[in-house]
């Protein structure tokens, strides 16, 4: 039969020496093996309570004081140490920070092809023409007919269009919004015109099908084609650099007369011919020409008395040659380790 006297003591001694250890426990983790082998289920006091029952009636209650005192003594030294440990891990993380290099803030960037639409536009203004938009959901009048392309003819399949609805398409070029500037504006008339087209071209490294394009019109009286060769050539200097040089190559558009198809010399080779240029020493930038008399017909302008010129690139193909990027796709796709790059 055990001792009131040595159970009461015995639990003294649990209470002194779980108190001695959890004030000195260092670290969350030995505080809690320490709850566990003082206070749990399983634990030392549980261990003397479950004794109780041995011991004589009378002394019951002595030993039940002791256990509770213990017990109460224990968790109030628990609670009071899991407070200081834990604020002292807290301050421990933010003294460590204080030594370590800071976060950088997220910076966004101008997507690359936006940066060549925008200095496109900028060498434009400076030179006159304004910048305008038009839809992107067009009609077949504006997209073909208003730009003397009719539609049963083999010309109108240039473009493999993308059709919303009877006789209302994706735009396949800006060329449509020429007409809506010329049928809505008098001459004098420069604009440029930055926007998305769409095609049903596959999506591979020089194809997209949906794609920048920048239009370029210029109408007034006495345009001349020496005028219109030499803004294009002056945008080419400014756009790539003095020791680019421009060349015009008789092409067919069934909304300029003549037209021209306007190559750049190969800035990675400087002309002598590589695998960019495909050994030609030459890249092409745009479709041009001088404006078609049908057009001017079609938005009620006065084919005797005013000329004009016009012209088309792709943006992303401009920001290729620029960039010196292999992939058209790599602009669209939004890897941001790719744009990163550009910032
Ligand atoms: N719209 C033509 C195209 O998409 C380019 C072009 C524009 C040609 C203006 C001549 C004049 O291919």
Redesign the pocket.
Known sequence: MTEPVQLVDALKRIEADGLASIEAADSLEALEALRVRFLGRSGDLAGMLSRIGQAPPEDRRAIGQAANTAKRRLQEAHTSRLAALESAESAGVAQADLTMPGRRAWEGGVHPVTRVIDEICEIFRELGFSKVRGPEAETEWYNFQALNIPLEHPAADM?DTFYLADGVVLRS???PVQARIMETHEPPVRVVVPGLCYRRDPFDPTHAPAFE?I?GLAVDEGIDFVEFRSTIEHFVHRFFGRETTARFRPAY?P??EP?AEVDVSCHMCGGSGCSTCKGTGWIEIM???MVHPAVFEAVGYDPERYTGY???MGSARIAMLRYGIPDIRLFYEGDARFLAQFR
Request: aromatic share 24%; glycine share 18%.
């Open positions: 473009w070029h800006t060329s394009q239009e558009f909304f300029t037209s479709g041009s020409g016009a012209f088309g």
